[in-house]
């Protein structure tokens, strides 16, 4: 489905990301872990098209998009959650759906070309995120779990195959955080899914591979288990956290 190869990304002197590659396909979850500053945001971002790679390719159904813009990304089927949400919290629920997924899209840039999602699509990501009930209220009116579900349906409303989620539970407390985290592994079922999440029960829980990065490179992939059960992983990571 997503096949990235040898990405690296350079920002000045720094390498960012570095020679790191990576599968994404339906029916998985793939977390990727590390401490801050591993490069985990800077990967969503080249997937998405945000940045551009400094090397390396990004296939979608064999095709490369990894010269695409974000707006060509997102109509090829490549979805993504932000860490930082933007919402209009006098509209609707329902409008923030249309409206962020339009401007995703280019719609509003380019008004030959309406492609705000019709009201139907919008619903169906609303219920599927279970947002359904919710449509006429105003956004500002969410809870905190329930505006981290709205950013996925906005995600969900451009009929992604890939879903890129950056730390879709941020600021979440635990009671948030369950219902997400079915989310994520039911919308596993029907979509590509990368999560990059700092919470560890909730990687293992859910991620049917996990990709560890430590300065940019990737430093183990594996099973959950195998993962928590790398020494390798535990020094260069696990070990940093409890510290
Ligand atoms: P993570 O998401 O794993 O915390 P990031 O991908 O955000 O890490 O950042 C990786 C490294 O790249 C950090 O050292 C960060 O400061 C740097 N970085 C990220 N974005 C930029 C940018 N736009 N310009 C310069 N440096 C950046
Ligand atoms: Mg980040």
Do not use: C
Request: charged share 20%; proline share 4%; no cysteine.
């Amino acid at each position: 489905m997503m096949d990235a190869r040898g990405l690296s990304r350079r920002f000045g002197g720094l390498l960012a990301v570095s020679d790191l590659s990576l599968t994404l396909q339906v029916g998985e979850l793939h977390a990727v872990i590390g401490p801050n500053g591993a490069g985990k945001s800077t990967l969503v971002n080249l997937l998405a098209g945000e940045l551009t790679p400094t090397e390396g390719s990004i296939w979608l159904n064999g095709v490369d998009i990894a010269a695409l813009d974000t707006e060509r990304r997102a109509r090829a089927g490549v979805g993504r959650t932000f860490q930082r949400t933007n919402l209009m919290p006098e509209l609707s629920v329902l409008e923030n759906v249309r409206l962020a997924a339009q401007v995703r899209s280019g719609g509003i840039l380019r008004r030959a070309d309406r492609v705000r999602p019709p009201i139907e699509d919008a619903l169906a990501a609303l219920t599927r995120v279970g947002l359904r009930g919710t449509e006429q209220n105003a956004a500002g009116t969410l809870s905190h779990g329930q505006l981290r579900q709205l950013e996925i349906a906005v995600a969900l409303a451009g009929q992604p195959s890939v879903l890129l989620l950056d730390e879709p539970l941020a600021g979440s407390g635990a009671e948030d955080a369950a219902p997400l985290v079915a989310l994520m592994r039911d919308l596993s079922r029907e979509h590509a899914v990368l999560l990059v999440e700092h919470d560890m029960d909730v990687v293992f829980a859910v991620a049917d591979v996990v990709t560890v990065m430590v300065d940019g490179r990737m430093l183990a992939r594996g099973t959950p288990g195998e993962i928590r059960a790398s020494a390798a992983v535990r020094d260069a990571y696990l070990g940093h956290v409890v510290a």
